[in-house]
Nanobody, 123 residues
């Protein structure tokens, strides 16, 4: 069974840093895109950052210059390094995997999401 498991959330003061990690497990040949989304109370889930197989990264304007996404393709993991955190970054952060291949020619159907990890930025 394919699973995404996140770790690394927590409470941090404004200006601090956190690193989130997401590992995909199961029978996986490759993953096209992995990324991070977040959802604050009363708001819609939004893209934070994503990275495709070719290494191209996409960031929300609100996190550009502060957050960095990276992937370990061999381990099917994606990291999000968050610096200069602000209270408005407080949210539940979710990992998402898209375009997952079980074999060289067989895809899993649909996207997969992790269970979410809470990030709270507060003094």
């Amino acid at each position: 069974q394919l699973q995404l498991v996140e770790s690394g959330g927590g409470l941090v003061q404004p200006g601090g840093s956190l690193r989130l990690s997401c590992a995909a497990s199961g029978s996986i040949f490759s993953i096209n895109t992995m990324g991070w989304y977040r959802q604050a109370p009363g708001k819609q889930r939004e893209l934070v950052a994503s990275m495709s197989t070719g290494g191209s990264a996409n960031y929300a304007d609100s996190v550009k210059g502060r957050f960095t996404i990276s992937r370990d393709y061999a381990k099917n993991t994606v990291l999000l390094k968050m610096n200069s955190l602000m209270p408005e970054d407080t949210a539940v952060y979710y990992c998402r995997a898209q375009g997952i291949k079980r074999t060289v020619s067989l895809y899993y159907g649909g996207d997969y999401w992790g269970q979410g990890t809470q990030v709270t930025v507060s003094s």
